[in-house]
């Protein structure tokens, strides 16, 4: 069963603010409409503390969300959220305002509502620009959400000018929201300032580079320091900062299994820092990496599998293959290319499949046309209930996993990871 922690911390964290927020009182007279308006812009205070957390990478994420690449999946629906949220508790509190209009009473002027609305307009632009950029490099996405900070400065501020209740009291939900607030304001400061200086503890020496296929780089590390403990499977940031190199952070599989000592990465030229990284990147340079993380493991699922890689995502599959497959598992394992010549470790997993439990299938793409269940189901003979792990393009994922719903084969649980930190 998947886990779930995640999703049930932020269900409980909005109970408890509704909780506590049914025992207070405003410190004035005001509409019912602009007390729940209060509320829901408290909920925003809650999903941008979860927000931010989860941008601090933190390795609690991996156990809470089933691996760090769901977490962004809650990370962009709660700031989807949270926006929807600010427009409604703008749009409520001006009603409230009316109604006290109309009831012959004088609205007190408040100083403070200008910086909740400047920092509604400010995530409202850069919301739309972060999805109108959505197709920037990695980079320069990243830059562009460090100018969230402002906004949910000034939304703060906002809230402790403008609330109707004893913002600074002692009572269990102005205390619940100052502590929501400053491990909000804390996780965004440390993901903006701090955690790309402090975040990569471990340092490697390159001291091996392979050209593996067309187009993808091998790159073999030795540790400078300790040596990272990972389980195969799992993936981990990489950064090199010299005076050749400027390769921002980037999530990459650890494509071989464990090693004291040593790691390895696997990289597909497909954007303009990895391509520019083929030509400057020298054995002696070094790499600094943050990690590990990811729940991509194959022993937590039913022991009939069915393994896809697509291109460069057979490097998790080459990982748990050379740590080796219990002999109660049985898998299938698929792996598809474009052509022979971006077929990367082709040889190793025909050696390492000669004496083992599993089964291979290459897949080339140019001579066989596209992979498909039904071309899947070819191979598969198993009644019983099969988990099928997936590691590639999304398009292919998505297309497999509509074709899988419509086959005959008894499929448990579609496994993947979401390398969409976007």
């Known amino acids: 069963m998947k886990k779930k922690s995640g999703l049930f911390i932020i269900l409980v964290s909005m109970l408890i603010t509704v909780v506590f927020w049914l025992f207070i009182k405003p410190t004035r007279d005001i509409p019912l409409i602009s007390q729940y308006s209060q509320l829901l812009a408290s909920f925003a205070l809650v999903g941008f503390c979860i927000i931010n957390f989860i941008s601090t990478r933190h390795r609690v994420l991996d156990k809470l969300f089933n691996g760090l690449d769901r977490s962004y ?40 509502a200008m910086y909740g609305s400047f920092s509604l307009y400010l995530f ?27 906004p ?21 939900f102005s205390v619940w929201l100052d502590i929501v607030n ?11 300032f701090i955690y790309e200086k402090t975040g990569f503890k471990y340092r490697f020496k390159v001291n091996k580079l392979d050209t593996v296929a067309n187009g993808t780089l ?5 540790s400078l320091g300790r040596s990272m403990k990972f389980k195969p499977g799992q993936f981990a940031f990489l950064k090199i900062k010299d005076k050749r190199n400027n390769f921002p952070s980037h999530p ?23 391509k520019e990284l083929f030509d400057t990147l020298k054995v002696g340079d070094e790499f600094y990496v943050e990690g590990p993380h990811g729940e991509f493991n194959f022993k937590t699922g039913v022991k009939n599998q069915i393994w896809i890689a697509g291109g460069i995502g057979v490097t998790p599959f080459r990982s748990f293959m050379q740590s080796g497959v219990p002999k109660d598992y049985s898998v299938d394992f698929f792996y598809a290319y474009n052509n022979e010549q971006e ?7 025909q050696s390492l499949a000669a004496n083992s439990n599993f089964k291979l299938h290459l897949f080339n793409s140019k001579e066989k046309g596209f992979l498909s269940a039904e071309e899947i189901s070819k191979h598969i003979y198993k009644k019983d209930n099969i988990d099928v792990y997936f590691c590639g393009p999304k398009p292919m994922r998505e297309s497999l996993r509509k074709q899988f719903q419509n086959s005959k084969l008894k499929i ?11």
């Open 124 to 150: 409202v632009i850069l919301i739309a620009v972060a999805i109108l950029a959505k197709k920037l490099n990695y980079e320069r996405w990243k830059n562009i959400h460090k100018f969230m900070l402002i």
């Open 152 to 172: 949910y400065a000034l939304g703060i501020y906002h809230y402790y000018g403008s609330a109707n209740y004893a913002v600074f009291s002692m009572d269990a």
């Open 182 to 192: 400053v491990i909000g304001i804390l996780s965004a400061i440390y993901s903006i």
């Open 412 to 422: 448990n649980q579609f496994h993947f990871e979401n390398f969409q930190f976007k």
């Open 252 to 274: 990459f599989t650890i494509s071989q299994a464990p090693k004291e000592g040593e790691i390895q990465f696997t990289l597909k030229a497909l954007g303009d820092h990895t």
């Open 218 to 222: 091998e790159i073999t590390g030795s």
């Open 343 to 349: 077929g990367a470790y082709v040889e190793e997993l």
């Open 73 to 112: 999946i809650y990370h962009k629906v709660l700031s989807i959220s949270v926006l929807i949220m600010i427009v409604v508790h703008n749009v409520s509190i001006g009603m409230g305002k009316d109604i006290i209009r109309q009831s012959g009473n004088r609205v007190p002027r408040d100083p403070y």
